[in-house]
């Protein structure tokens, strides 16, 4: 099957383009009206996620109403944690919910890994298959993942925090557990990103969504370690690592075996430039409230960043777009881009 635009996957490879490709982080939920039709008549997030004919529908919703250039699988970081053996809940207007906790030894030796915990995901990958089916070659198909401290994270506060104190408190203080959870939850990774690769992923993203917490020392101990024992795993497609916050570190992620470097809205293309190096591809940056402005401000500043960022470039935010967002601003964001060309 072939891709008839391909920019995006042209652009990852290194490739000379004729403009960036654009998608949105969190591109497929709450911002369309689509989306929350189809998740007012379910029980809950979870139903969306785990019905394969659903999970299809609403990625492709983003590339009818916005014309991006990619669609990411509808999906969630926490199906992981899931399919090691600690359920989640999504609890509305409040967010995800662990009912057990990883506290012990135990309770680590109890979980599930590799490709009998990723054995367990069957309707990630089904959804993959089906949503390659129903997008029929029109734009490449993104994979995800959240890397593996974002997930032990989570494993360990049990919710959504804005310190992840309890997860920060398990890193100083049970160093040793810390690694063998992160062995288990990387290894279930690797399972995990090759049978969605599998099933017709054509690039994959790895979110580490709670790097911006760590120190640099934490950071190179604990996540970047497994980071690059991901991307050095998956050789079919290109990877792109989002480690959201860790600008301090960016030289550390330009030497992974990685193509495409995402950024967050707090780090200015030109450093990142520098620190990442000439060759990888950098993905972000807009501040996701710019597209609370009027249309054409949305417009002139994402023509500013496509300046500041020059060749090699991803245009997208720089975190997940807000569910408030207006359409207005997500759809001038789009056009500016896709109107754009390198001089
Ligand atoms: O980008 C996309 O369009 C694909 C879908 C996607 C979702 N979650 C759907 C979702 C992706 C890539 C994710 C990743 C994810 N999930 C991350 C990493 C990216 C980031 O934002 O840093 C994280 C940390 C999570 C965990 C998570 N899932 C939280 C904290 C929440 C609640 C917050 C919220 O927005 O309500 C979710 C729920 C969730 N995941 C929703 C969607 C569309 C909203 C649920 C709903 O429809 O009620």
Request: charged residues 25%.
């Amino acid at each position: 099957m072939s891709t008839s635009n391909d920019l995006l996957l042209r652009t990852a490879r290194g490739e000379q383009v004729e403009r960036p490709p654009v998608w949105l982080m969190r591109q497929a939920g709450r911002i369309l009206p689509q989306y929350r039709a189809i998740r007012n008549r379910l029980s809950g997030f979870k139903e969306l996620v785990e019905t394969p004919e659903l999970a299809a529908e609403v990625t492709i919703q983003p590339v009818d109403e916005l014309g991006v250039d990619a669609a990411i699988i509808f999906s969630d970081i926490l199906v992981i944690p899931e399919a090691m053996g600690l359920p989640y809940e999504m609890v509305e207007k409040r967010g995800p919910l662990f009912p057990k906790v990883i506290k012990s030894a135990a309770d680590i030796q109890k979980l599930r890994q590799g490709g009998s915990a990723a054995a367990e995901l069957g309707y990630v990958y089904d959804a993959v298959r089906e949503t390659r089916k129903q997008l029929d070659g029109r734009v490449p198909l993104i994979g995800f993942a959240g890397a593996p401290w974002t997930l032990l994270a989570y494993m360990v506060e049990g919710s959504g925090s804005k310190t992840f104190s309890k997860a920060k408190r398990f890193l100083y203080s049970e160093e040793k557990l810390a690694h063998e959870l992160l062995s288990k939850i990387t290894s279930t990774l690797i399972a995990y990103l090759k049978e969605k690769v599998n099933a017709g992923a054509q690039l994959v993203q790895v979110f580490d969504s709670w790097a911006g917490i760590l120190s640099p020392a934490q950071y190179r101990k604990f996540a970047l370690p497994y980071i690059r024992e991901i991307v050095a795993s998956i050789d079919e497609v290109p990877v792109t690592v989002f480690s959201k916050g860790a600008w301090f570190v960016l030289e550390d992620i330009g030497q992974l075996d990685c193509q495409v470097v995402g950024l967050d809205w707090n780090t200015p293309p030109e450093l990142a430039r520098q620190w990442v190096g000439p060759e990888k591809v950098l993905q972000g940056n807009l501040d996701p409230c710019q597209l609370y402005a009027a249309p054409e401000e949305v417009a002139a500043a994402a023509t500013r960043m496509l300046d500041a960022f020059g060749r090699r470039h991803i245009a997208n935010l720089g975190h997940g777009v807000y569910p408030d967002t207006p359409l207005d601003g997500v759809k001038a964001f789009v056009k500016a881009v896709q109107a754009y060309r390198y001089k």
